[in-house]
């Protein structure tokens, strides 16, 4: 048997956010094993602060919002007004959450709340740009997470180099202490040091 053979019990959006994926043509869901590593992550921190950069269809975003506690709230950012909509339609009676439809790097820019418990950076900023700025904004024992770090399809011509880079980078970075699993669509884990 493979662990991942069992069934991770998903949440209620699942199965119609897969539908949504298929109609949609949208190939870029984060898959079931991320969202219920997610769900988990999340579920250790009541009354947490969490961040997702690039709430693409909703796949990841309702694998966190189930494993949330009441108290705790996110904000999710997505620059595709499409997309928005849709989640919008899904999750718009949770006041856990915030739907934000902009650009991630000038989110990022503008941001000056509270530092964040998780951040789930699932698009371009946060991730292969504008790297130090996110992490500046994860709370001591805060996890930064990302996935989508082994080779994937629907990569770009040169995006290897950039992957391995940036996996390079946060694997060395003196203020966090990363893991790698190749599992998944490949997934790292790093935990903001509280004695850099
Ligand atoms: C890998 S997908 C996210 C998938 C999402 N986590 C899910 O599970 O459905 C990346 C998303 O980032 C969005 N995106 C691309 N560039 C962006 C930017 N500069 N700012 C915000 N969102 C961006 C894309 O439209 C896409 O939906």
Redesign the pocket.
């Known amino acids: 048997m493979k662990l991942q053979d069992l069934n991770s019990n998903p949440p209620p959006a699942w199965d119609q956010i897969m539908v949504k994926c298929q109609e949609m043509g949208f190939d ?3 898959d079931e094993e991320a969202g219920s590593l997610l769900r988990a992550l999340v579920a250790s921190k009541p009354g947490g602060h969490f961040l ?9 975003l309702c694998w966190m919002l189930q494993g949330m506690d009441h108290e705790s709230d996110i904000i999710s ?4 007004a499409q ?1 928005v909509g849709f989640v919008h339609s899904l999750f718009e009676k949770d006041p856990r959450l915030t739907l934000i439809c902009e ?3 000038k989110w990022l820019e503008s941001y000056s709340g509270a530092p964040f418990d998780l951040i789930f950076a ?4 946060g991730k292969y740009f504008c790297l130090e700025e996110t992490l500046e904004l994860l709370k001591p024992g805060g996890f930064y997470v990302i996935d ?1 770090m082994l080779p994937q399809s629907n990569w770009p011509d040169g995006h290897q180099e950039k992957a391995t880079q940036l996996v390079k980078l946060l694997n060395g970075h003196d203020q966090l202490f990363a893991t790698k699993l190749d599992w998944s669509t490949g997934v790292m884990i790093s935990t903001k040091k509280f004695i850099p």
């Open positions: 870029m869901a984060s997702e950069l690039g709430t693409g269809i909703g796949a990841s950012v997505e620059n595709d997309l650009d991630g790097e699932d698009t371009w900023p989508d």
